[in-house]
């Protein structure tokens, strides 16, 4: 069975940091783009970011310059430290893994955490 395993989330001051991480099965995780997604009360999941097995790093607009998203491959883990928070960026935060790259034949997810900015 595959398994995403999040931790990280919590609650944190506006202009705070947070690093989230998600750790795979190495079967998965080598073959795979990794991902955040996040999703607010009453709003659709949206993407946060992506990264390829090479490392490479796509954002969405909202999170540019404030969010950074890794992997180390020897542990099987991709991280996103986000830094400079929001409000806005308070929702359940989804791991995702999608491959085996460069297809999309499978595409799993995490349980999520919860990520609250808020004074």
């Known amino acids: 069975q595959v398994q995403l395993v999040e931790s990280g989330g919590g609650l944190v001051q506006p202009g705070g940091s947070l690093r989230l991480s998600c750790t795979a099965s190495?079967?998965?995780?080598?073959?795979?783009?990794m991902g955040w997604y996040r999703q607010a009360p009453e709003k659709q999941r949206e993407l946060v970011a992506t990264i390829s097995s090479d490392g490479s790093a796509n954002y969405a607009d909202s999170v540019k310059a404030r969010f950074t998203i890794s992997r180390d491959n020897a542990k099987n883990t991709v991280y996103l430290q986000m830094n400079s928070l929001k409000p806005e960026d308070t929702a359940v935060y989804y791991c995702?893994?999608?491959?085996?790259?460069?297809?999309?034949?499978?595409?799993?997810w995490g349980q999520g955490t919860q990520v609250t900015v808020s004074s």
């Open positions: 995702n893994a999608q491959g085996p790259i460069p297809s999309t034949l499978f595409n799993y």
């Open positions: 190495r079967s998965i995780f080598r073959k795979s783009a």
